[in-house]
């Protein structure tokens, strides 16, 4: 398959990384049989000449929907999803649909359709700072409703009261443009698991996330300067592995998932898995994203990591063609 990598300003935010990450996945999936190009672009109109140009049996973006927004992901309002054109066009693409997309944005929105759906997660409320607070209970755990990778996680995040609560929210509203979801605070383990493929070869890998307790703060919550780096480690889950991976599952069937998402799982102060997020397009930088780590931990090769890394990036893209027909 010759494929079509997209990318653009919000590449990295949105998405798997950065360009040099793209240009690593552009060189595994070449060196795996699927001719690969990446295709920048900053614009709604630029976005539609490169689909338009064709030369691509298979699409697989790094971005929700077109901006030039560099810093944050945010909901997209008004702007051109590009599941929604792909579908439209009849263009085959990795990834699930563009109201699975949405709905995979919108952590609220993911929140309440898992919870409707028989899929145990955190309490939670959509809160602005001029919202009655009263329902909240307390230690309680604040972030963006609409971003991923730990963006606007600090140690402000974990709140013991209202005074508290309002100042995080406040403060996500000036800095992202977007409401708070605010969820009972989890202390436990973290887990994340990666979904890939699907029907009858799907496969589920847990994974237990892990930080030396040196680089937490007052809490022990991923901060965004702990993502990315390369301080944070994925090892086969000594417990409650299979435990996570069957509550993944029911994750993505709830949401209609399709080809790779990865899902990430907390420990309740109860001691109750529940899932915190679905990630509609998973990190891909090699050695240090989530997803390529957990993929060494179950396949890993005696070639080392970027032989594992070029399998992924290929399962990944036959997972999506082989919905279409394409081989």
């Known amino acids: 398959m010759r494929v079509l990598l997209l990318t653009g ?31 920048f672009v900053e614009t709604e109109q630029e976005f539609l000449r490169v689909i338009g140009d064709g030369g691509f049996d298979i699409v697989w973006s790094a971005l929700y929907y077109i901006t030039p927004n ?52 955190p309490a ?23 971003e991923s990778r730990s963006v606007g996680i600090n140690d402000d995040s974990v709140v013991s009261n209202a005074d508290e609560l309002r100042r995080q929210v406040a403060w996500i509203e000036r800095e992202f443009q977007q409401a708070a979801l605010v969820e009972d605070f989890m202390p436990g383990d973290e887990f994340t698991t990666l979904v890939l493929g699907n029907g009858a070869t799907r496969q589920c890998m847990s994974g237990l ?41 029911q994750a993505a069937d709830a949401m209609r ?28 930088k090699p050695h240090k994203s989530w997803a390529p780590q957990i993929y060494t931990l179950y396949f890993g090769s005696p070639e080392g990591e970027m032989t594992d890394y070029r399998n992924l990036v290929r399962a990944i893209i036959e997972a999506g063609g082989s919905r279409y027909g394409l081989s």
Request: charged fraction near 25%; include cysteine.
């Open 209 to 249: 996330v892990s930080v030396e307790p040196k680089h937490y703060g007052k809490h022990k919550v991923l901060r965004a300067d702990l993502r990315g780096v390369g301080l944070t480690k994925i090892s086969r889950p000594p417990a409650r592995g299979d435990e996570a991976a069957v509550l993944a599952v």
């Open 257 to 284: 998932c399709l080809d790779h998402v990865r899902i990430d799982i907390k420990t309740d102060a109860a001691g109750a898995l529940r899932v915190m997020e679905v990630n509609g397009i998973p990190g891909m």
């Open 70 to 121: 560099e810093k944050f992901i945010g909901r997209g309002e008004g702007g051109m999803w590009v599941a929604d054109v792909l579908d439209s066009k009849g263009i085959p693409y990795v990834g699930s649909n563009s109201q699975t997309m949405k709905d995979m944005i919108d952590k609220f929105k993911t929140h309440e359709t898992l919870a409707s759906r028989g899929v145990a997660v």
């Open 9 to 39: 300003p919000g590449g990295d935010a949105q998405g798997w990384g950065d360009m040099s990450v793209t240009q690593s996945v552009a060189d595994a999936a070449t060196a795996v049989g699927h001719p690969a190009r990446i295709a």
């Open 124 to 146: 939670h409320h959509l809160v602005r700072t001029t919202d009655d607070v009263s329902i909240v209970r307390y230690p309680a755990f604040v972030k963006p409703m609409g």
